[in-house]
């Protein structure tokens, strides 16, 4: 199904973890790397077709994931002609995707890659968000650095402790001598990430040491 311009409808999926790590798959029988995606079909709503991808592709149902947010338009990238049959050159143009930035509420031992007969990856790994370029295959490494740009802003925040320090410890005034700033910062950095429930007589150490 193509558009008058010759471009696949298509989602692409940014699956995270409770880290922020996104999933990142080997290409089976290749040295590439990529997000999961896959065409939309006929009746299919972009959501319908990235639930029915997540699953077909690493085994996740919707009731694994939250949807965090989506791109908000077509991103497009061409498809050199090298790649397309030659039945489909001067017709089939390339893809345009709609993205989604999913959260996995489920466990690692969810995601299953035999989860059809066909499978897409036949490895995987957490890989920080912003995802070396490098290792995808060179037309989409446009659409990847677009779509990880626009849905940045929509991450999930997962250090609160640092966020309650760079908004609630400084002094406002101006003028607050640094060194009172580090002795706050410092005493604040001793106590436990909120939450955290310390057994009676214990103490909390954010940097122990060694042994």
């Keep these: 199904m193509l558009d008058r311009d010759g471009f696949r409808p298509n989602v692409g999926i940014i699956l995270?973890?409770?880290?922020?790590?996104?999933?990142?798959?080997?290409?089976?029988?290749?040295?590439?790397?990529?997000?999961?995606?896959?065409?939309i079909d006929r009746g299919e709503t972009p959501e319908q077709a990235m639930f029915r991808e997540l699953h077909e592709e690493v085994g996740l149902r919707p009731e694994h994931v939250n949807v965090v947010a989506r791109t908000r338009d077509w991103l497009r990238y061409?498809?050199?002609?090298?790649?397309?049959?030659?039945?489909?050159?001067g017709h089939y143009k390339g893809q345009k995707q709609i993205w989604f930035l999913l959260?996995?509420?489920?466990?690692?031992?969810?995601?299953?890659l035999r989860a059809t007969n066909h499978p897409e990856f036949d490895a995987w790994r957490w890989n920080d968000y912003w995802v070396p370029l490098e290792v995808v295959v060179?037309?989409?490494?446009?659409?990847?650095?677009?779509?990880?740009?626009?849905?940045?802003?929509?991450?999930?925040?997962?250090d609160t402790r640092?966020?309650?320090?760079?908004?609630?410890?400084?002094?406002?005034d101006s003028g607050t001598d640094n060194e009172h700033v580090h002795e706050r910062e410092m005493f604040v950095s001793m106590m436990p990430?909120?939450?955290?429930?310390?057994?009676?007589?214990?103490?909390?150490?954010?940097?122990p040491q060694q042994g």
């Design 16 to 39: 995270l973890n409770q880290k922020n790590q996104v999933f990142w798959g080997k290409r089976i029988r290749t040295h590439s790397w990529q997000f999961p995606q896959g065409g």
């Design 78 to 89: 061409e498809v050199p002609d090298r790649y397309i049959r030659k039945d489909a050159r």
């Design 103 to 112: 959260r996995l509420v489920g466990h690692d031992w969810d995601l299953n």
């Design 138 to 158: 060179e037309f989409k490494r446009g659409v990847y650095e677009m779509a990880l740009t626009e849905l940045a802003r929509y991450l999930p925040r997962t």
């Design 162 to 172: 640092n966020r309650y320090l760079r908004t609630g410890l400084r002094h406002r």
């Design 193 to 207: 990430p909120p939450g955290m429930e310390l057994p009676p007589g214990a103490s909390f150490d954010p940097n």
